[in-house]
């Protein structure tokens, strides 16, 4: 047997010891009190209105200048943590919301991908070989883009009573 061979079965056995020791161990568990509705849910609003805040500063921005790229991927991650926030402990209110701001993330994952796709023509120089295409990219880009804005602005003029959190 070689020394590392043996030096594999060494560890292989110290391993399985160690395997066998925590399986011994009973799970940590929670108690009822250790976490209470009340801290989940204080903690949960503290964090919807960062993100609320974040996603007000970025809407101005993008809807100035719908090429900044990293702003919409930004606006795009906030709203899914705004969303993935919203699904603990959720209000009746907040179930609309959540479902707004899943429509907006598919439609600004949309939006991503046709923005790295031209990236990556870009950075490797086919534009030449591929005009139409790109050109086509962008057009359907741009639809997509302004999608996303009507729906945004549709959601943003209902009354602010339906929504838990206000945005914009």
Same mark, same amino acid.
């Given at each position: ?64 200048? $719908? ?6 991927? !930004? =606006?795009? @991650?906030?709203?899914? *943590?705004?969303?993935?926030? &919203? ?59 302004? $999608? ?6 549709? !959601? =943003?003029? @209902?009354?602010?009573? *339906?929504?838990?959190?206000? &945005?914009?």
């Amino acid at each position: 047997m070689s020394k590392l061979q043996s030096e594999r079965k060494d560890l292989v056995i110290t391993v399985v010891r160690a395997a066998k020791a925590m399986g011994k161990n009973s799970p940590l568990k929670l108690g009822p009190y250790q976490v209470s509705d009340a801290k989940v849910r204080r903690r949960k609003k503290k964090i919807v209105e960062k993100l609320n805040g974040k996603i007000r500063q970025e809407f101005p921005l993008i809807l100035g200048d $719908s090429r900044r790229i990293e702003e919409l991927h !930004e =606006l795009r @991650k906030n709203c899914k *943590k705004l969303r993935y926030t &919203l699904e603990i402990l959720p209000s009746e209110k907040e179930k609309n919301l959540i479902g707004v701001l899943r429509k907006w993330q598919t439609m600004l994952g949309d939006v991503r991908d046709n923005d790295i796709t031209e990236q990556f023509i870009r950075e490797n120089h086919l534009e030449r070989d591929i005009e139409k295409i790109m050109a086509d990219l962008q057009m359907v880009r741009d639809s997509k883009f302004r $999608s996303f804005v009507q729906s945004a602005k549709v !959601e =943003l003029v @209902k009354p602010k009573s *339906k929504f838990s959190v206000p &945005l914009i």
